[in-house]
Nanobody, 118 residues
Framework: QVQLVESGGGLVEPGGSLRLSCATS????????MGWYRQAPGKQREVVAF??????????NYADPVKGRFTISRDNAKNMVFLQMNNLKPEDTAVYYC?????????WGKGTLVTVSS
């Protein structure tokens, strides 16, 4: 059974940085894509950044609100995905979820809370 576990969330002041990590287990092969989504209170879940995976090459895409501030990366050997978040803003406050998919199968972590507040 594939499991995704996020870590690295917390409370940070505006302008600060956090690095989220997502560890995977139970996968018998490579994922076709991995990424991060977030859900703010009272809002729908939205994509933040995702990787399209082709062998050892990862193609990154970002949602407009985070372009230039967030960076998604992957440890190919460990099948982990990271989200470096810089210059955080109060509107980035949300539960951040790791996502991975292989073929028609999609997997989600339970989320990690990021709160940006002074």
């Amino acid at each position: 059974q594939v499991q995704l576990v996020e870590s690295g969330g917390g409370l940070v002041e505006p302008g600060g940085s956090l690095r989220l990590s997502c560890a995977t287990s139970g996968s018998r092969g490579s994922f076709n894509g991995m990424g991060w989504y977030r859900q703010a209170p009272g809002k729908q879940r939205e994509v933040v950044a995702f990787l399209t995976i082709s062998g050892t090459t990862n193609y990154a895409n970002y949602a407009d609100p985070v372009k230039g501030r967030f960076t998604i990366s992957r440890d190919n050997a460990k099948n982990m995905v990271f989200l470096q978040m810089n210059n955080l803003k109060p509107e980035d406050t949300a539960v951040y979820y790791c996502n991975a998919h292989a073929g028609i199968y999609f997997y989600w972590g339970k989320g990690t809370l990021v709160t940006v507040s002074s």
